[in-house]
């Protein structure tokens, strides 16, 4: 009798199923990448949760720390669905999810190859700088194209009622992004070292291990060290989850070095998260004295009216009379309160975009009603107007009205909104939605930039839309502005939250240039804005009202003001040198393993 022994087949036990723990921390990155975008929503108006964004950017630093480049791709494509899906939504508002998906689709573009920069550079010494730079240069990017870009949803844009927002004075709206997104990841870096030393401690407290750079599979988990150099055919080869393992210089000074003891943390990196979390809420602190609402140039009395409008979306023109009327009622009721003396006398007045959608040049009834009103309150007004030439395209106009004399000076909006004030691509586009055809003919921009004398007060205007745009404002206190106003028309958005992000806009731009701004509104919120970014008085939405206030003029410049572009560029050109070295060690390892 013989006995055979049968061998336990191999494949048996390659296929055995995982276990599920395992196969949930497949999705626990992407998942931590989704709900780090939707975090950063909700860091933004009218939630005043500021404090959410740089939790948000530790959260993305976890998901994206180590990961290869096809990865950060996907995860940070996940995070910029789960912000801009939310924040987006009411570009849908009246023409239905195609134009809202879509747009928010291509704009995740941009926090994907952010995804994919910062999973680059966080293989680097000091990464929390270098992706914080990244984060600046996706939002340049995207503020840039493509239509000359669209940059809703900054992340200085959510942090008007922050800690951070002194940092716009110095460098506008790239240093106040980057200080969050800095401190995000910092926070992140910290945390990490810190749950690492204590598990290595727990585990082993007389033992030594390697000073070593999490690279792997596992890198950024915290407590996690890092495995060996990826073998042909292991798990994290095949799904493309690891980064590269670390090259030649960086082994070579461990074995100088030799082994440090366990719980020991490295000081470089401990300096770099220390630095990253320390830096932007210090020089928020030290930038404070830069915040000043003093009346440099004294005070001027401003009224912005709120006329309303007869109905909620698209189609709220259709009346387009109604419109103007509305607005000139209150501009009369507005000069009979000061006559009785319950109101002070403006010194100038402030209707808001497409108050006036009947081209005053053209049509001599809606000049009569502009002109009566501007008698009435005796003060000079800013009409916005829609100029429609016998040829060309439609100019979206504000108009310097005087009393007694008529329209003196014109401002055209540079800065045209693409698929709302013109149509790119009209044949292609119209195959996906027929409501491109609701704009008839294009809107074309203007040249030159907006400022208008109005009774001794320089005031300068960037018309909605370009609020977003940094030049855009810029300019106008270059070229002199002692004030900025933002008229705009919400009424096609309805009671989305659209229009308090809008107004968040604003105020990041009082702090940025120390001017005071007016935000006159057809249909609400208006608001009045201090040079320290305080909302003075505002309105209610889809409510006729009137705002009456003195507010403070100025004349200096902040740095921010004065270096323009400058601050961008350097945070740019940081993402650059980061990610030049992180190729440049990229090769070298390749280079190592293939000696």
């Given amino acids: 009798m013989s006995a055979t022994i049968t061998p336990v087949d191999a494949s048996e036990t390659d296929t055995a199923p995982a276990p599920a723990h395992h196969r949930l921390r497949r999705f626990a990155r992407p ?3 989704l709900l780090s975008g939707f975090v950063l929503y909700l860091s933004f108006p009218p939630r005043p949760l500021w404090w959410l964004a740089p939790p948000a950017f530790a959260l993305l630093g976890w998901a994206l720390r180590g990961r290869r480049l096809r990865a950060g791709f996907g995860l940070g494509y996940l995070a910029g669905l789960g912000f801009l899906l939310p924040l987006l939504v009411w570009t849908g508002e009246e023409v239905g999810p195609g134009p809202w998906l879509a747009l928010a689709a291509v704009e995740a573009l941009f926090v994907a190859a952010a995804g994919l920069g910062v999973a680059a550079v966080s293989r680097l010494p000091w990464w929390p700088f270098f992706a914080a730079g990244v984060w600046i240069l996706a939002e340049g990017a995207r503020a840039r194209v493509p239509f000359g870009g669209f940059p809703w949803g900054k992340i200085a844009f959510g942090q008007a009622d922050g800690v951070f927002l002194p940092l716009a004075a110095v460098g506008g709206t790239p240093l ?12 992140y870096e910290a945390t990490r070292l810190v749950r690492a030393r204590r598990a290595h401690g727990a585990a082993a407290p007389d033992a030594t291990v390697p000073d070593t750079t999490a690279t792997g599979p596992d890198a950024g988990v915290p407590g996690d060290t890092a495995p060996a150099p990826d073998a042909p055919g292991t798990a994290s080869s095949r799904t493309g989850t690891a980064g590269p393992a670390p090259d030649a210089a960086a082994s070579t000074a461990t074995a ?3 082994p440090r003891r366990t719980g020991a943390l490295p000081r470089g990196p401990l300096v770099a998260a220390a630095l990253a979390v320390l830096l932007p809420v210090t020089g928020a602190l030290a930038a404070l004295p830069l915040v000043d609402d003093s009346a440099e140039d004294g005070t001027a009395t401003v009224a912005a009216v709120q006329g309303n409008v007869p109905r909620l979306g698209l189609d709220f023109n259709a009346q387009r009379r109604a419109v103007l009327d509305n607005h000139a009622a209150r501009t009369r009721e507005l000069a009979k309160a000061v006559e009785e ?10 209707w808001p975009e497409n108050s006036s959608d009947i081209d005053p040049y053209a049509n001599a009834d809606a000049a009569d009603v502009i002109d009566e009103a501007v008698r009435a309150i005796g003060a000079p007004t800013v009409i916005g107007a829609v100029i429609a030439p016998e040829t060309g395209k439609l100019r979206n106009t504000l108009i310097q009205w005087e009393p007694g004399r008529g329209p003196v000076a014109t401002y055209d909006k540079r800065h045209v ?23 008839s003919r294009d809107f074309g921009a203007g040249t030159e930039v907006g400022v208008f004398d109005l009774a001794g007060t320089r005031v300068g205007l960037a018309t909605c839309y370009e609020a977003a745009f940094d030049w855009a404002v810029r300019d106008t206190v270059t070229h002199g502005a002692q004030l900025i106003t933002v008229p705009s028309n919400n009424a096609t958005f309805g009671r989305s939250e659209m229009t308090y992000q809008q107004l968040a806009m604003s105020r990041v731009r009082a702090v940025e240039h120390s001017r005071s701004v007016v935000v006159p509104v057809t249909s609400g919120v208006s608001a009045v804005i201090r040079p320290d970014g305080e909302v003075v008085t505002e309105t209610r939405m889809f409510t ?14 902040t740095p921010a003001t004065r270096m323009g572009t400058l601050p961008e560029a350097l945070l740019a050109a940081l993402a650059a040198a980061g990610l030049g070295w992180s190729a440049l060690r990229s090769v070298r390892a390749r280079r190592t393993r293939a000696e």
Avoid at 179 to 186: E, K, R, S
Avoid at 341 to 350: A, G, H, S, Y
Avoid at 420 to 433: A, D, Q, S, T, W
Avoid at 544 to 557: A, F, G, M
Wanted: aromatic fraction near 10%; hydrophobic fraction near 45%; charged fraction near 20%.
């Fill in 31 to 33: 998942a931590a990448a």
């Fill in 176 to 187: 106040l992004g980057f200080a969050v997104a800095l401190c995000g990841f910092g926070l």
């Fill in 256 to 258: 100088a070095t030799g």
């Fill in 341 to 350: 003396k319950r109101e002070p006398r403006p010194d100038f007045v402030l």
């Fill in 417 to 439: 909104q693409p698929f709302g004030e013109y149509i790119p691509m009209r044949p292609l586009v119209r195959i996906f939605n027929s409501n491109v055809d609701r704009v």
């Fill in 544 to 557: 006729p009202d009137v705002l009456v206030e003195k507010v403070p003029l100025r004349s200096s410049q």
